[in-house]
């Protein structure tokens, strides 16, 4: 286990909540096209020429780090497109301060990089998958589920641990599949946490129309089983129980029904270098031209805290769910 490592001036937002978790999304490219993220045929990606670097990437999370940040999680798009993740991953294991260090992904990359990840510092995965059914993945994702669960098999021989299922629930598209995908996280070992939908950009608005509120899932659940509360590892939003007797985790995140902004740690950093405050609002700072400007380190932590200084308070997806227009690629999720 790491030494822990003192920090002085900690990032505290107006409202008082300390910020230690950033979201780092690498590439908002995807080799998917799932309904409530991207359009079919979406194309219309930022050039790499407008990605930050590694060594820009590697600045900015070091600046977090000498103020707080604990947890980083790599993000997309799908971030296994970003040619030499597991270099960048190394980099961002090594910096002091740095204690966790974890991947959002499709999985449909994963067979071959797992391992190579495991050994640059990555210590758990969160995988989306929101069917078993080979038909319905095409039809939500335009993919092939036999290569996510490639990838997830890879990831559990690796010793990526917990690897964490991603299931965005919606009706009369998946919500039937409940029992049958915690069966199959508790036949590997996986934990399972449900997602609500949120209007996120057009296709997460449309989406929208297929909601289900987890208290739902969760009464249907707790018919059946015993349901314990639980924890797990991480900075983020979900609220855990335990299936009694059966060693499984199952998380729900509710933005939605139960929103956690009251307890928001996390910003989140795109891949041209935009410091998102909110999912749900459209505040943002802009760091790359400072950086490309030259900026001395001190500075960047100025502008780090000036960023910080705009987070708002909650989101207002049931209030104005058509405000936020960007697709959940372009922030990363």
Not at 191 to 196: A, K, Q, S, V
């Amino acid at each position: 286990m790491r030494m822990c490592h003192q920090v002085k001036n900690r990032l505290i937002d107006p409202f008082a909540r300390a910020i230690e978790y950033v979201r780092l999304s690498v590439t908002d490219k995807c080799d998917l096209r799932c309904l409530y993220c991207l359009p079919k045929g979406y194309k219309d990606f930022e050039e790499p020429a407008d990605w930050l670097t590694f060594e820009e990437i590697e600045r900015v999370i070091g600046a977090f780090a000498g103020m707080g940040v604990r947890r980083v999680r790599i993000t997309g798009g799908e971030p296994l497109l970003r040619r030499g993740l597991p270099e960048l991953a190394a980099r961002l294991s090594a910096l002091p301060g740095i204690e966790d260090l974890s991947l959002s992904t499709n999985a449909t990359q994963l067979q071959k990089h797992a391992a190579t990840l495991k050994e640059a510092g990555i210590s758990r995965v969160n995988v989306s998958l929101d069917t078993l059914s080979p038909t319905r993945f095409k039809e939500i994702c335009g993919g092939r589920l036999d290569k996510v669960i490639a990838g997830l098999m890879a990831a559990k021989d690796a010793g990526l641990h917990p690897i964490k299922i991603n299931m965005v629930v919606m009706r009369g598209i998946n919500d039937d599949e409940v029992d049958d995908m915690l069966a199959f996280c508790i036949e590997h070992g996986f934990t399972l946490r449900f997602i609500e939908t949120m209007p996120v950009g057009e296709t997460g608005r449309q989406a929208g129309n297929r909601y289900v509120a987890l208290q739902e899932i969760r009464s249907r659940l707790a018919v059946k089983y015993e349901l314990i509360p639980g924890i797990m590892p991480g900075g983020g939003p979900a609220q855990y129980v335990r299936v009694a007797g059966a060693g499984l985790h199952i998380g729900f995140i509710t933005p939605m029904s139960r929103h956690f902004c009251a307890t928001c740690n996390r910003v989140r950093l795109s891949p041209d270098g935009t410091l998102y405050l909110c999912l749900g609002q459209n505040h943002k700072f802009e760091l790359r031209p400072l950086l490309r400007q030259g900026i001395s380190d001190e500075e960047l932590a100025t502008a780090i805290r000036q960023a910080i200084a705009l987070k708002p308070e909650r989101h207002e997806f049931r209030e104005k769910p058509g405000q936020v227009v960007r697709f959940m690629s372009m922030t990363g999720g």
